[in-house]
Each structure stands twice: as C-alpha cells, then as structure tokens.
C-alpha cells in the first residue's frame, strides 16, 4: 500500500505544452505539499495545503497551479512548459501543519523533462 | 540564500564503523531540524527529528547532535551497514510565523558503506 503515490512517474513533453501531475495520499493526513528539486538537487518547497485550503506559495510563477479537490488530492497543473521545468517533483503530506514529531512523507517524485 | 548547508557531498565508511553527517544552518528562528534518507528513485524518507530546545535525540543506530552556538547538527549512524548507502537530507523548520510545517533542505551528502 503505497501512502503518497504520485502519477505519471515519468513525463517528458515538449515545450510550451500544459501538463498536470496528480498526487493522492492515504494517510488520512490534512496537509499536503508540492516540492521541487532541480538539476542540482536542492529540494524546494513550491506549495503546501492544508485542509484544501493554500497555506504555502513560495514565490512559484503563475503557471503553476495547484488544485487540491479533497483533502487526499493535491495535483499540480503546470501551463506553457519551459526547459528550466525540467526537475523532480515530490508530492508530500504531514497529519497536520507542524513538523519536529510530525514528520513529511513523500511520494516516489514525478521526473518531468521538457524537451 | 541557502540557509542549510551541507558541504560533504559524500562520504564513505567502512560496514560496521561509524558514520558522521554533518549539516549547517544560518538561521537561529529554525524550531526544529529533521534527517531525511533517500534512496535513487523514490522520496524522501523521514529518519530522526530534533527540537531546537535539546542537544541529542537518539533512535537506535541513529543519533543526532545539535549545536546551536555554532548552528550546527550532525548525524551519527554506528554500526553503519551497507543498507544506509543513500542520500542523506538535512531540513530544518520554524523561523516563518504560522508557516511551521514549510521544510527547507540541504543539497544532501552521498553515504556510502563499504563492505
């Protein structure tokens, strides 16, 4: 039973396409988040949600755009793909907002290539 | 701005001797700083958490040290086993408000056991 799953695990595209990542967990947990890490491996957090609502945005363009339709979802949607969006994306979720004892558990990562 | 820092890039010890990852930050707001593992091709994976307000944390072969005069954690694995060859992310939290559960990461450092 995989907690945080992630789909498609692969994505390459062309660019200027749109293009959506969906994440599912289930935990039961109330926060989830969207995570970025580029070619030199620094992971940055993008997004984080809380009970549907957008607690986090983290100065990411506008061509990104989460959409959380339950508590168990947060997808992310991305229009006009650009080379400098190819990267790993982590989906993760935590049972509330808080970190030390409650730990963020990641899905697999969806590795997007633009071409 | 990269407020955690981990200047290894790698590391590699012997099976059975022990193994010290060593992480840095420049931000003395941050509540609580977290080990995260992982292996190629999945997420993160939460291994041992500290509080700001302790020094030690210990859970099995795994213990971290933090120290805050000189804003600096490590992580201790003894025995270490080939099994713990992964990537190793520091990630701290807190300084930001309300926004608690926002993780900021280190680039990470190669472990590799050697039998």
């Known amino acids: 039973d995989t907690a945080v799953s992630q789909t498609p695990k692969y994505l390459v595209t062309q660019m200027g396409n749109d293009k959506s990542i969906k994440c599912e967990q289930n935990l039961g947990h109330d926060t989830m988040y969207w995570y970025k890490q580029d070619s030199k491996k620094f992971l940055k957090i993008m997004f984080s949600?809380?009970?549907?609502?957008?607690?986090i945005n983290e100065t990411v363009p506008n061509r990104f755009s989460p959409k959380s339709p339950d508590k168990a979802h947060l997808n992310l949607h991305i229009n006009s793909l650009e080379l400098g969006d190819s990267a790993v994306y982590f989906c993760?979720?935590?049972?509330?907002?808080?970190?030390?004892?409650?730990?963020?558990?990641f899905g697999d990562g969806t590795r997007l290539s633009i071409l | 701005d990269q407020q955690v820092k981990q200047n290894s890039p790698s590391l590699s010890v012997q099976e059975g001797r022990i193994s010290i990852l060593n992480c840095d930050y420049t931000n003395s707001m941050f509540d609580y700083f977290l080990w995260y593992k992982k292996y190629p091709a999945e997420g993160p994976t939460f291994l041992i958490s500290i509080s700001s307000i302790k020094d030690k944390n210990e859970d099995g072969r795994f213990t971290v040290f933090l120290n805050k005069s000189a804003k600096h954690l490590s992580l201790h694995i003894v025995p270490s086993q080939p099994g713990d060859s992964a990537v190793y992310f520091c990630a701290a939290s807190g300084g930001y408000g309300g926004a608690t559960n926002k993780l900021i990461f280190g680039t990470g450092t190669l472990l590799a056991v050697q039998p």
């Open positions: 993760a979720s935590s049972p509330r907002m808080g970190v030390g004892n409650q730990p963020q558990h």
């Open positions: 949600y809380n009970n549907k609502e957008l607690i």
